[in-house]
């Protein structure tokens, strides 16, 4: 399973979560099978690239998101890439990665995205319908 986790630093497990999921600097992407640490830049929209970071990362075949919050928006995208996304992650990589084979992650929803992203208007709520 290849977990995705939005990072300050380039400090592999050691680096600090990253709060604003789709500002940081970076995302580290890690492999539980093969232990192996990929770091990349957040080239998204939100840096000047093209792509929404979902984008971005489903190409890197994540499967899981750990973050500590993100918007509704962000977590439909994921969901529609097929990548499941939690979130409550809170100190390193290394923290927020034992936090959620831990089972203390809460799985993204609805009702725990973001509350200051949810009602932005960037392809809000109403257009996309309520997809249950």
């Known amino acids: 399973m290849r977990l995705c986790i939005p990072s300050e630093t380039k400090d592999g497990l050691e680096s600090q979560v990253g709060y604003h999921f ?18 990349i830049k957040n080239t998204s ?8 970071p979902a984008e971005l990362l489903y190409e890197h075949n994540i499967d899981v998101m750990l973050c500590g919050g993100l918007g509704r928006r962000a ?27 831990d089972k203390k992650l809460q799985m993204a929803t609805d009702k725990t995205a973001c509350q200051e992203h949810k009602y932005r208007g960037e392809g809000g709520h109403e257009e996309l319908g309520h997809h249950h």
């Not at 890690?30 to 192996?36: M, P």
């Not at 977590?75 to 084979?101: C, M, N, P, S, W």
């Open 22 to 39: 789709g500002r940081v600097p970076l995302y580290t992407i890690y492999d539980d099978e093969t232990q192996d640490v990929i770091i």
């Open 45 to 52: 929209t939100h840096m000047g690239g093209n792509k929404l």
């Open 75 to 101: 977590i439909q995208l994921f969901e529609q890439y097929g990548v499941e996304v939690f979130v409550g992650a809170y100190g390193t990589v290394k923290d927020a990665i034992r936090q959620f084979k």
